[in-house]
């Protein structure tokens, strides 16, 4: 679906990480740190078992029997296993695996406070749309960004973009249809192609690690958050 001039917007959909934050302190990836153990483990492997090797799927919630955290850690374990861990050290590796997951803090992107805060100022129906292992409240905090802005994330709704079960939801919690929506984020897998099976109108924010091959007339290109905030001044008309 092309976002042409006559494309009536009313809401706006996020991504969170790569779009609105990216990293600011980075810690090892579950590979790294396994194989720092003495155990074998590549980035392969971790991808089989840690969460977005599960994107696009349904997952448990935290809402569910048995819960998001119980299912995660019953996929860490078998990480862990695989990798050689003996089964009597594998409950505690585990936890070292999700300290070390915890310990890392996010920052803003340029442009996210500014298009935030002219979401809000503006009252623009608005949500972040995240494949997210926790509540984004504290990262929220950590990156300077109002903690109670509305989010839609992945571990709570129990499924994983590009599914559109979760942009289904995204819809309901903004109260508009599908196709009034803006969907914007850094990747063409998550983000666009799950924006555009969900009958959203798709925006990708360009960055270094990530490609598109899709046609410029079937997604608007954004090369930062500022562009999507000029983007929003002149489709809604406001300033």
């Avoid at 042409?4 to 779009?19: C, E």
């Avoid at 990216?22 to 392969?44: H, K, N, Q, W, Y």
């Avoid at 819960?67 to 089964?87: C, F, I, M």
């Amino acid at each position: 679906m092309p976002i042409r001039a006559g494309s009536y917007i009313q809401g706006l959909s996020l991504d969170f990480f790569d779009t609105l934050v990216t990293v600011d302190e980075d810690r090892p990836s579950m590979a790294t740190m396994l194989t720092s153990l003495g155990f074998r483990c590549t980035d392969a492997m971790e991808s089989i078992w840690n969460t977005h090797g599960f994107d696009g799927q349904e997952t448990p919630s935290y809402s569910s029997v048995p819960d998001y955290l119980s299912w995660r850690r019953t996929n860490l374990a078998q990480l862990a296993a695989s990798s050689g861990v003996p089964a009597h050290l594998i409950g505690a590796v585990v936890e070292k695996l999700e300290e070390n997951d915890l310990s890392w803090t996010v920052k803003a992107n340029p442009g996210a406070t500014e298009l935030l805060t002219f979401l809000t100022t503006h009252e623009i129906p608005a949500t972040i749309c995240s494949n997210w292992d926790y509540d984004l409240s504290p990262y929220l905090r950590q990156a300077g960004l109002p903690d109670e802005f509305p989010c839609v994330i992945s571990s709570f709704v129990g499924v994983r973009k590009p599914a559109t079960r979760i942009f289904g939801e995204v819809a309901r919690q903004l109260t508009l249809p599908p196709h009034a929506i803006l969907h914007v984020g850094d990747s063409a897998e998550a983000d666009v192609i799950g924006a555009i099976r969900a009958g959203m109108q798709p925006g990708y924010l360009r960055s270094e690690r990530s490609t598109l091959t899709l046609p410029p007339a079937l997604v608007e290109v954004f090369p930062n958050l500022y562009s999507v905030l000029d983007f929003l001044r002149v489709r809604l008309s406001l300033s």
